[in-house]
C-alpha cells in the first residue's frame, strides 16, 4: 500500500489535451516598436503603475519591449510538429522548477494547469474552463459585497466616441497611445473613429448625465463585468494583456465626503477579498501623485508581493472628484437649487489577480490554490490492481465523493484508467488542488481514508487512518481546508514580511531594492525625485500604506520632515 | 381605505430619474445606406433568419433603412431642452398604449421601466440595472443547465485576424457585410485587420486544433458569457443591436450522430427555459436551408409569437457537421488511429431574449414579467395619513419584507414620501412586478394585507384579508406567483394558438398573412419558391416544426408530396 502510494518516479506524462504550452504566438498583427512604448513614457502623469516598469525597462535599460518580449517567448519550447501527433509534454515532462526560472515556472504553470493559452492576435489570452473557474469563484464573492454595498450591475456599450476620451485632459493623456480603434463597421469606413473601451469613465458620465437630476437621484451606485482592451507592448498571461475581463463600479454622489467615504470602502471590500478568499496578504494604501490613474483626484490600490517580490497591483479605487463630471456636465440640482457637479469614483478587479494568486502561492511543484478559490477543492484518487479491488474502490469513492458534495465541497474524482495513481498526485498537485484524498483496498476493508495537503510536501501533509463514515470525513476535510486556507495566508505574509526592509536614507533603498525588497521609508520628496528614484533602481512607489508608523519622520531624499512613509518596489 | 387604493387619477408623474425617453440618437458614427443593406441581402444563404426581414423591407418595399430607423426615431418624443431641469415625462406621462402603436408602446416599456437607454454609437444599448437584473437571471437559469449538461465556461478574446473569418465560404458570405474592423491598435495601422467578434466560430476552431488530438479529448464542450458585434442597419433596443451580449456554446464530437444529439438537446434546454421560466411558448423546430445559420450544416430554432403577431426568433442551435473542422483542420485521432475531422455544434441565446419577455407578456400599462424573470416579484406599498398610523404601518411592511425575503421572494417596499399609493401602483404595474401587497393602517389593526396581481386588472385581481402571519402569507404569495407565472403561459399559448391558420395552398398562406397571422403548411418547394412567398408577403419559414401533424400531404406551392408542414410569418 505504501508503496503505491508513493508519487510515480516515471517522468510526468500529461494527458493528451492537459498540457501545452505557450507554443503559439501570431505575427499576424501590428508588431511593437520602441518607438511607440517610448511615446508611452512622455507623460509624468501615469494612469497605472504598472505600466511604469514596462516604461523603465526600454527607457532605462535601453531593452525594447519587442526583444523582451522576444526573450520571454523564447523560454517557451519551440512550437510542436504540426503533423497533429497529440500534445507532446516537453523534454522533462514537469514545469520549470519556481526556484530556477520564475517566469519560465509561471509560463508553464499556466499551460500545463491549463490556466490560459495564447490567443491567435498578439497579446490575447484565452482563459481555459480551469482558470475561468477561478475568476467565476472571484466574481461569484464580490458581486455578493458589491449588492450589499449598494451598488446594481449594468452593461454600457464597448464602442465609445474618440471624441469622448479627448474630454478629459489627464485621462486622454494617459490612454490615448494604447487604444484600439474600429475604424470600419458594414464595409464603410466611419466617420468618427470608435475607442474599443479601455475603461469606461467617458461613457459613464455621458449616460450619467441624462439619469441625474437632482439630489434625490444620488447616490448613483452601478457596477458591470466586462471586456477591456488596451493595445499593451509587452504583454504576459492574466498580468497584462491586450484584452482582459474586470468588473468596474461607477458612482455618483452629492458631496466629496461621500466619494471619499466610496473609494475607500471600495478598496476595503478589495482587501478583505483579498485577504480572507485569495489568502494574499496586499498592502492598502494610496497611490504618489504621479501613480494616480489618469483622471482621479486620488487612487487607492491593494499591492501585494509576488514570489519573486515584485510587486503586483491587484485592485484599485479611485476618488475621481468632479474630474469628468466637469468634463462632461454631470449635474444636480441640490436641496437649495444650486446646480452642482456631482463628486464619483471608479473601482476595479481583474482577471490579473489571477497572476497575482499563481505568483503568490504556487511552489516547485506547480500551482497552489488557496481553498476558497480554487475550482476543485478535493481531489480523490482511486487505487487498485485487481478488478475485485476496483469494483469495492469506486463504490467507496462513490459514497465518500456524494458525501462531500452533499457537504458543499468542490470534488473531483481522478479514475481514469490510463494513468498511474503516482502519476495523478503530481498531476493534481501541479493543478494546486488543495486537498488529496486516497482509497486503496485496505482503505476500503479498514473504512479509513488517507489524506494528504497541497501545502505539506510528501509525507509531512499526509494522515492516514481517517474514517470514511460521512460525518468524520466531511468534519475533516473541512478542517484541513480551512487550516490550508489559514497556512497560505500566514505562509504569505511572514515572506512579505521578511521582504519589506524599513529604510532612512536613499542609500539604503537603493541597496533594499538591489537585494530585490521593497523598501519602505519616510517620503516628502517631489515628483522629479521620484522619478529620480525609478530611473536609477527600477523601483517606484507603490503606496503610502494606509497602516502607518507613529512619530516624527525625515523624508528619506529631501531630508525634509515627511508626514508618511512610502513603499518602493519594483513592480509588474 | 377603498378609495386610497384606486390608482391615483392624477397624471402618472415618472420619478425624476425613472423615465427618460429614447431621445439621444448620435450621429457620431457612419451611418446607413441602402446600398450596403442591399449588399446584405445578395446571399441566398442568410447565416440568420432574423436578417431576412430586414433585407425584405429594404429590397421589395423599396425603403431604406435610414429611413426606417428615422421612422422609428421619429415615434420618441423629441429632445428635452438641455437647460437639465430633470427627467420631463412625455405628455400624458404615460407609456403610449400597447393597442394604439405597438413599436411605440415597446420604446416607451423600455425607457419608462429603465430597462436600457440608447448608447452614444448609433445602434448600441446601455443595458440598466433592472433590465440588467433579467439577464443575470437568465444566465443563473442556464449557467445551471449548462453545467448539468457537462458544459464549461470560458473566454475566447473577441479580437479575431481577418483571415479567420475568410477560411468557412458561407460563414464568410453572411458575416462579412455587418463586420465592425479594428484597423488602428497603439497608434500604429495594423498589418492585418481585426474582426470585433460577430460569433465565435473561427477562433473556437483555430484553438480546438491545438487542443483536441485523440478520441479521449472528445466531446470538448465548452461555453462563453460575452459581448458580440454586428454591424446591424436597422437597431431596436434589445431586438436587433450593434452589440449584445449572449452566451454561445461551442462542442465538438466524434461522430456525426453525437453531434446531432447535442444540438438536439440544446434547443430543448432553450425550450424548457422559455416555457417554465420565461412563459413563452416557443415552437422549436428545424430551419430551412435559405435559413440555416452560414456555416451550419442544419440550424434548430425556437420561434416566439409576439404581441403584434410577428415571429421573434428567440435561439437557435446549430449543428455545423465538419464545416468549420474542415476549414480549419480540426481532427483528432479515432480509436483505430486513423484521423478524423471533429463533428461540432454552436448555440446562442443572446439578450435579444429580453426583447421577446417584453414583447410577449406586456399590455396597455406596461412590462408583465413573469414572477420567475422578474428582478422585483412583490412590491410592498404602505399606506398612510398620519404619522402616527406611518409608524405603525411601516413596523408591519418591515416584518413583511423580512418574511418574504427570508422565503427567498425578491421584495421591494416602495415607501418613498413624495409619491401617492395611487401613484406608485401605476408605476410598479408599468415595471411589470407580478404581485402588489398593500398594508394600511386598517390592515395594520386587523393583521391582514391587500394583495394585487399584475395580470389581472383592478379589482378581479385584488385579494383582501390576506393574514400577515408570516407562514400564511408567504404560503399565499407563493401560491399567486406560481398562478401568475402558470396565467401568463396559458394567456400566451392561447394567443399563439388563435393566430396560426393551417393552410393548404399559396392563396391561403397569402390571406393569413396579410391578416398578420403564422400560417402552417405543408412544404417541399425548392429555395426560389420560399424567397418568393418572402418577396411576395414578407413571410419566411420560420421553422419546420419538431411537432409535425400525421398523414399524407401534399405540399401547398407545388402540389407535390411533402414530407413536413412549415410555419411561415413575418418576423422580427
Known sequence: MGAIRLPSLAVLRSPSAAARPWTYFSSSSSSSSAATVHSLCSSLRRRSARRASACLSSSS????????????????????????KGAQPNQDGAVTPRSLDFNAWYLDVIAYAELADYGPVRGTMVIRPYGYAIWENIQDYLNVKFKETGHSNMYFPQ??????????????????????????????ELEEKLVVRPTSETIVNHMFTQWIHSYRDLPLMINQWANVTRWEMRTKPFIRTLEFLWQEGHTAHGTPEEAEKEALQMIDVYTKFAYEVAAIPVIPGRKSTIETFAGASRTYTIEAMMGDQKALQAGTSHNLGQNFSRAFGTQFTDENGQRQHVWQTSWAISTRFIGGIIMTHGDDAGLMLPPKIAPVQVVIVPIWKTADEKV???ESVSSIEKALKTAGIKVKVDDSEQRTPGWKYNFWEMKGVPLRIEVGPRDVSKRTVVTSRRDAPGKQGKEFGISMEPSVLVSHVNQRLDDIQASLLQRATTFRDSNIVDVTSYEELKAAIAEGKWARGPWSASDEEELRVKEETGATIRCFPFDQPEGEKTCLMSGQPAAEVAIFARSY
Open 61 to 84: 535599460g535601453g531593452v525594447s519591449t519587442q526583444s523582451l518580449a522576444k526573450d520571454e517567448q523564447q523560454r517557451v519550447p519551440p512550437p510542436q510538429p504540426s503533423e497533429g
Open 159 to 188: 464602442f465609445i466616441p474618440y471624441s469622448f476620451i479627448e474630454k478629459e485632459a489627464s485621462h486622454v493623456e494617459g490612454f490615448s497611445p494604447e487604444l484600439a480603434l474600429v475604424t470600419i463597421g458594414g464595409g464603410k
Open 392 to 394: 469495492g474502490v469506486l
